[in-house]
């Protein structure tokens, strides 16, 4: 059996969709990518060990432009290349965005099984359009059902989370060791992980160094603070050094399970892979949406957990220093062992297997 797994642009979306085709790959299917020529799938999905078939495909222009004339000739000339890769296929999976897009539309054309996965609360347009030609919709969220037609068939699945990563609950210890001795941390400290996705958030990233500062006599915690690239240079620059407090910065970390064994409690962007692998690992968290996602559907994610008693919410206009001191020190005061316990429950460390039944069920009809 033959899948082909079209998704791509930032890690929140490749990493869903490696897990799923490792899965996939373990119940003997072949499995191979479309993707674009721009997003981090170009270098994530080889390093996975899958084909990866990329096109240079652009979003659809959400406000009026000069490409929105374009941008329908130049979908079709997309699905029209994507003809030759869904004709031999047994399903094509979607996962969701403007990357899944032609490979989704040539399937439709050719009438092979088309499976969609949507990762947030809030479903985004492409995928409510494709649901009502598609097989079935898995979801991340129950709440994003109601955001669907009538009569397009979804199931609740969650989101897939990489082995490397659900790995960590049961390797915690061993894993803090490697990370003890990776990033150079005390044993004995509280560890905080602040992170704002593969592309890192330069709002958030620029508060947590400010709110080191307002921590910095505190020898019971330290901090992992991943900034991504771009940022890496000058939040580093603002750093205080020779604190009490101990802080490590890093630009992008691989072997983002170190970070997740070493964490007592995480301080994130609400993306919806970046919550299932939070959860996943059963860890409490500080979730701090991003303002400006596309139907605030990082704040709806964020609050699914935060209605489950998995992790708090502070909205980014309200993020300052000072707020995100005391949120941390209220709930470091009162324990992080019942929300992780939450955590772990609404987790769901078997959602690529489950993904992975159900593209196939829907291929072999």
Not at 225 to 246: F, K, M, V, Y
Request: aromatic letters at 4%; proline letters at 5%.
């Amino acid at each position: 059996m033959k899948v082909l797994i079209a998704g791509g642009g930032t890690a929140g979306h490749v990493f869903p969709a490696i897990a799923l085709g490792e899965r996939l790959v373990r119940a003997g299917a072949e499995v191979v990518f479309f993707g674009t020529t721009r997003g981090l799938e170009t270098d994530l999905v080889p390093k996975a060990g899958f084909e990866l078939v990329a096109l240079d495909v652009a979003p659809f222009p959400r406000r009026p432009s000069r490409g929105i004339a374009t941008a329908p000739v130049a979908l079709l000339r997309a699905v029209r290349r994507c003809r030759p890769l869904v004709a031999g296929v047994d399903a094509v999976v979607g996962m969701g965005g403007y990357a899944s897009g032609p490979a989704v539309l040539a399937a439709f054309g050719a009438r092979a099984p088309v499976v969609l996965h949507e990762q947030n609360a809030v479903p985004g347009a492409a995928n409510r359009l494709f649901s009502r030609r598609a097989r079935l919709t898995a979801l991340s969220f129950a709440e994003a059902a109601r955001w669907f037609p009538k009569g397009a068939k979804t199931r609740v699945t969650g989101n897939p989370v990489r082995e490397r990563i659900t790995a960590v609950c049961e390797g915690r210890e061993a894993l803090r060791a490697q990370a003890r001795a990776e990033f150079g941390l005390d044993g004995g400290r509280t560890t905080l992980v602040v992170f704002g996705g593969s592309q890192g958030a330069l709002h958030l990233d620029e508060v947590a160094v400010c709110a080191c500062g307002l921590l910095a006599d505190r020898a019971d915690l330290q901090v992992i603070l991943l900034t991504g690239r771009a940022h890496h240079g000058a939040i580093l620059g603002e750093l205080q050094e020779g604190t009490p407090l101990l802080v490590r910065v890093l630009p992008f970390l691989d072997r983002m399970e170190l970070a997740y064994a070493a964490a007592d409690l995480v301080v994130a962007r609400a993306g919806a892979s970046s919550i299932a692998e939070i959860a996943a690992c059963g860890l409490p968290s500080l979730l701090v949406p991003y303002p400006h996602a596309t139907a605030n559907h990082q704040e709806a994610n964020a609050r699914a957990l935060e209605r489950a008693g998995a992790a708090s919410v502070l909205v980014d206009s309200e993020m300052t220093p000072e707020t995100l001191v005391a949120r941390l020190g209220s709930m470091i005061a009162g324990g992080l062992k019942d929300m992780a316990g939450r955590a772990a429950a609404w987790g769901d460390p078997e959602a690529a297997a489950t993904v992975a039944s159900v593209v196939l069920e829907e291929a072999a009809r």
